[in-house]
């Protein structure tokens, strides 16, 4: 009877899914790290792996440093893509799991339906590129809003000074898609739908991570948080920043 019982025990142990631990994800070498967040199906057919590699390395050098409050989640934004397709992810790193995926817009001069043109300066009303942190909630014009740090100087330092927050606004939605055949634009900030900004700002708050980046090899070459041999790697290129 014992035999069986163990028999039974070993085969249900077998067929069980293997999942890391938070513990053993974060004692992963940077590469593991990568593959096993890429192994996700929405972020595999979603995400462009370059871009993902720079995100997680440069998010476990902020982790590393204790920059980050919450280490929890990454957060990446790829501005490679058109506004009508989701551009932005939440990534629980310490689990595995992809939290959210949404729209988000972009600054009114950075481009219509692609962000082709970045910037630091204020006034530019461009969405900006690189590692922010993101800070504390507030009540704003906007409802529920959620500040940024930009920790890279020349390339996002300015976005307190902007005020580039995370907010939502009616006009990243399906019904503006369908009227405009893009979304609408912000000031600069990554603006999400009304209906979910609420819940994607509560899960990053506090500190944690966010990369955006759209292919741009200048920011590569620029940026002290990515390894430059990245750009070796990429075919684009034909992104501004001013």
Do not use: W
Not at 31 to 46: A, C, M
Not at 72 to 99: A, E, G, H, Q
Not at 134 to 151: E, F, V
């Amino acid at each position: 009877m014992t035999s069986r019982v163990f028999a039974l025990f070993a085969f249900l142990l077998l067929c069980m899914p293997f999942q890391a631990d938070a513990t053993s994800l974060r004692k992963l070498p940077v590469q593991k790290h990568i593959e096993t967040i890429y192994r996700l199906p929405e972020v595999r057919s979603n995400l462009d792996y370059k871009t993902l590699q720079m995100a997680v390395s440069g998010y476990m050098r902020l982790r590393d440093n204790g920059v980050l409050g919450n280490d929890d989640v990454l957060t990446i934004i790829d501005y490679n893509k058109p506004s009508v397709r989701k551009r932005m992810f939440v990534i629980d790193v310490n689990n595995n799991r992809l939290l959210a995926s949404s729209l988000v817009a972009h600054g009114k001069n950075s481009g219509q339906n692609m962000a082709m043109s970045f910037s630091n300066i204020p006034g530019s009303f461009k969405s900006s590129l690189g590692f922010f942190v993101t800070g504390q909630t507030y009540q704003g014009k906007h409802g529920y809003s959620l500040r940024l740090k930009g920790i890279e100087r020349g390339i996002n330092s300015n976005a307190e000074t902007r005020n580039i927050v995370i907010h939502g606004a009616d006009y990243v939605s399906e019904a503006f898609i369908k009227r405009h055949g893009r979304l609408g634009r912000s000031l600069g900030c990554p603006a999400l739908p009304m209906g979910s900004s609420h819940r994607v700002i509560d899960l990053i708050k506090g500190g944690s991570c966010l990369f955006i980046y759209n292919g741009d090899d200048s920011y590569v070459y620029d940026s002290r948080l990515v390894k430059p041999d990245f750009a070796m790697q990429s075919g684009g290129g034909a992104s501004r920043r001013s």
